[in-house]
């Protein structure tokens, strides 16, 4: 495909920290000129939390957060998945309503703003709207939970625009187990494996992360496409539940998906590791028995309390966020990775990594250890528009 050299002019705002990186000058300038001609896809971010709930207007550069269009532009990240994560404790038919309720407030950000960003649902939707200089906004659904146990309800979510689903979040639902809580399933249930069938019919991508080992290994067997881990890290360097196993990167690649690494720092650094482990803990234990607009006040004041749009800088840099990538290379091979930060939905960030805007860094960070501009474009989004051409189709 063609790619736009529209950014070539753009001006980064990168700042090396003295002592972070070791990318020379000169590989920074040819970072920030390949980070501006790369498609850019992102498989995971948590703003759409902050448009529902915070209302914030991301057609303009925001003070705060890690996400907005003026910065996903100056990133690079031309193709962002916006999750339209629902908490666990939205059960049942709550879940289906909050779902629409953050597919609405994406849907005012496409109508505000039409010149700048639009939804994709296909892979030629990306390359036409990319071409066309915009934003193209992949939309995804994070919780098997999300379909009430209903495949109407995961078919009009097709129709709706939403082109993958993480089969679970941190709790296991009634077909399938999470990695960080205790099985009851032993994997996928036959509901489960429906289910993803049913997502191999629709063109619907499966997305493994937060999913346990045996519910990873169920869906290979069952799944005759290729399948995703729209933000996952290296078990090899935090060891938090929700990151995969090098025998897992080799399934992953021997199943032709792509794994996008998550930025938590808590995903890239095991000084960081406990930060996660609490985290969900505390998310399994949250369970308010509310509906309607009470259950939506408790999910404002958890998400504002716990400053979910506002990570701090945590253990990790951005040289970590390329070991991650590099150790992934090695085990699994160049055509099996991505990008798939969670910016907006993790506490703490890398340094040098701190939002969006500062992609150019880690490219020179891969520059830096030897990376040809070629195998940058396929974990910018290359590997991805492969696997998106494949399931979701032309
Ligand atoms: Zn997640």
Not at 75 to 85: D, S, T, Y
Not at 99 to 111: C, E, P, S, W
Not at 135 to 146: K, N, R, S
Not at 277 to 294: D, F, M, Y
Request: hydrophobic letters at 40%.
């Amino acid at each position: 495909m063609k790619i736009p050299r529209y950014l070539l002019a753009a001006t980064f705002c990168l700042t090396p920290v003295a002592g972070l990186t070791q990318a020379t000058p000169a590989e920074i300038t040819e970072a920030k000129r390949i980070q501006a001609t790369v498609l850019g896809v992102d498989s995971h971010n948590d703003n759409a939390q902050r448009i529902l709930i915070e209302g914030v207007d991301i057609g303009k550069r925001l003070p705060d957060g890690t996400i907005d269009l003026p910065r996903l532009r100056e990133g690079g990240i031309h193709v962002p998945f916006f999750a339209l994560w629902v908490p666990s404790y939205y059960q049942k038919a709550e879940a289906v309503r909050r779902t629409l309720q953050l597919r609405d407030a994406m849907q005012k950000v496409f109508d505000k703003y039409p010149e700048q960003i639009e939804l994709a649902t296909s892979a030629h939707d990306i390359e036409r709207i990319v071409g066309q200089k915009k934003i193209a906004a992949i939309l995804t659904a994070e919780g098997g939970h999300q379909i009430d146990d209903d495949l109407a309800v995961l078919r009009m979510y097709r129709r709706m625009g939403i082109l993958s689903m993480t089969l679970t979040h941190f709790r296991n639902n009634d077909w399938a187990d999470s990695s960080t809580t205790p099985p009851v399933h032993n994997g996928l249930t036959e509901f489960g494996k429906q289910v993803v069938r049913e997502m191999n019919t629709l063109g619907m991508m499966v997305d493994i992360s937060h999913v346990s080992d045996k519910t990873f290994y169920d869906v290979l067997d069952v799944t005759t496409k290729p399948v995703i881990a729209s933000h996952s890290s290296c078990f090899v360097m935090s060891d938090v539940p929700r990151n995969m196993k090098d025998d897992m990167f080799r399934a992953l690649a021997k199943n032709g998906g792509v794994v996008g690494v998550n930025f938590g720092s808590s995903f890239l650094s095991q000084k960081d590791a406990d930060e996660l482990k609490q985290h969900i803990a505390r998310a399994n234990t949250e369970e308010p028995n509310l509906s309607g607009a009470e259950l939506d006040a408790y999910a404002a004041k958890e998400h504002i309390d716990h400053d979910e749009g506002h990570p701090r800088t945590g253990a990790a840099t951005v040289e970590d966020a390329a070991n991650c990538i590099d150790h992934i290379v090695k085990v699994a091979g160049i055509d099996h990775v991505g990008i798939g930060s969670d910016f907006d939905g993790i506490p703490s960030v890398p340094l040098g990594l701190e939002d969006v805007s500062k992609m150019p860094a880690l490219t020179a960070a891969l520059l830096h250890r030897g990376y040809k501009e070629e195998d940058i474009r396929k974990i910018m989004g290359g590997n991805y528009l492969r696997v998106i051409k494949d399931v979701v189709g032309h």
